[in-house]
């Protein structure tokens, strides 16, 4: 019933910028918070930035801060990632999820099946 559904990830030049998508369906989206999460091969899943849908505070891990953009459409149930400056370190399958709360922990609800984004030097 519940699901998330990344799209807009891709390949892209150092310094160039991409914009992923959340769509959600399947539960209240006002009353949630969507994160987004990176994984890069060999590492941990880390926190990258949240939103709270219902008064819009927004949180970003200090390694993309000044570069990503959250933001949400919540006529629509969908959340945004805008990246902007990617860097080669940037490179993991991105993933959004879904929890009661906004935060950088990994523990949230519901998990999407992430998008690839690959930055290149």
């Known amino acids: 019933e519940v699901q998330l559904v990344e799209s807009g990830g891709g390949l892209v030049q150092a310094g160039g910028s991409l914009r992923l998508s959340c769509a959600a369906s399947g539960f209240t989206f006002d009353d949630y918070a969507i994160g987004w999460f990176r994984q890069a091969p060999g590492k941990e899943r880390e926190g990258v930035s949240c939103?709270?849908?219902?008064?819009?505070?927004?949180y970003y891990a200090d390694s993309v801060k000044g570069r990503f953009t959250i933001s949400s459409d919540n006529a629509k149930n969908t959340v945004y990632l805008q990246m902007n400056s990617l860097k080669p370190e940037d490179t993991a399958v991105y993933y959004c999820a879904a929890d009661s709360s906004c935060g950088l922990y990994p523990w949230y609800d519901y998990w999407g099946q992430g998008t690839q984004v690959t930055v290149s030097s």
């Open positions: 939103i709270s849908s219902s008064d819009g505070s927004t």
